[in-house]
């Protein structure tokens, strides 16, 4: 299976609000992984769910919404927290990507980052990790790559109060929040609104069938532009570690650039793991 989970939006909501949601994850996990998933992840997992199927559960028009949850990525080992498919208010059949946070407080190492940091750990903005992966579908994907349904994706950090959530806005990552809003704790009713305008308008179980039923298949665009895509970003989707890295080079060669100063960046990693990427 590509996903940990996939259901209605009734069995969603009625499964996350306990630990049963969770339960049958870790099972599947099991399965796919032979091993069970962290103590963490699990917790996550839980508190995660619970509070985007309230979200859901509070507003949603329809229960016609097909939901994946922990959708893993074809040829990656990368997962999507949630999609919401369904048809937007205009008739197009839809997926609302949904990056999950339980992230308290987050802050800016200084005017050039792109990064974000909780504590001392540097990470990718929620909202960016969004984009890579609704990109990495459209030009993987089947169901995407035909083009006859689309992606919005976001990110909800659930539980950021807006006073801990400014550096997140912060203008640099205007456009970025343009492309994929950005949620926090207080601001659930917007997030319901986004959900109803992009998947809330019926067809989602249908639709939810035709993404199970998919399969890797490049983009025509990744097939005729392949030296394009060894060498810009703007052709291959960087993903988590990738971006993370990606970021933090652009951000050291702007401050240098600031300082007029020079340095050396050395770049590890094995073959394969997009070091070469530009």
């Known amino acids: 299976p590509m996903e940990l989970w996939h259901g ?9 609000t306990g630990p049963r949601l969770a339960e ?26 619970a509070a985007i199927s ?14 994946h949850v922990e959708y893993h990525l074809p040829l990656s080992e990368r997962r999507i927290d ?36 909780t504590g001392d750990v540097e990470h990718v903005h929620p909202s960016e990790q969004a984009v890579d992966y609704a990109g990495y579908l459209l030009d993987a994907h089947s169901a995407y790559v035909s083009g006859g349904t689309a992606i919005q ?12 959530s400014v550096p997140l806005f912060d203008a640099r990552f205007a456009d970025l929040l343009k492309a994929s809003p950005l949620f ?32 890797f298949q490049p ?19 960087l993903l988590d570690e990738q971006r993370l890295a990606y970021n933090r080079i652009w951000a050291e060669v702007e401050r240098l650039k600031a300082r007029k100063e020079r340095s050396a960046i050395l770049v590890r990693g094995g073959p394969g793991t997009g070091k070469s990427r530009r």
């Open 8 to 16: 209605d939006l009734p069995d969603f909501v009625r499964l996350a």
């Open 24 to 49: 049958q994850m870790a099972k599947s996990y099991q399965q796919i992984h032979h091993r069970r998933p962290q103590e963490s992840e699990y917790l996550s997992w839980e508190r995660s769910l």
């Open 54 to 67: 309230q979200v859901a559960y509070d507003s949603a028009k329809t229960d016609d919404i097909g939901i």
């Open 82 to 117: 949630v999609m919401f498919l369904g048809k937007r208010e205009d008739g197009v059949p839809n997926t609302l990507l949904v990056e999950l946070k339980r992230w308290a407080d987050v802050s800016l190492e200084d005017e050039w980052s792109r990064n974000v940091l």
């Open 153 to 164: 994706p976001c990110a909800f950090c659930h539980e950021m109060s807006e006073e801990a």
């Open 184 to 215: 926090v704790s207080g601001q659930e009713s917007a997030l319901a609104d986004l959900l109803n305008r992009e998947a809330g308008n019926g067809d989602g179980y249908a639709l939810l069938g035709q993404v199970r039923s998919g399969r």
């Open 219 to 237: 983009s025509k665009g990744i097939i005729q532009s392949l030296d394009a895509v060894l060498s810009l970003d703007e052709q291959w989707h």
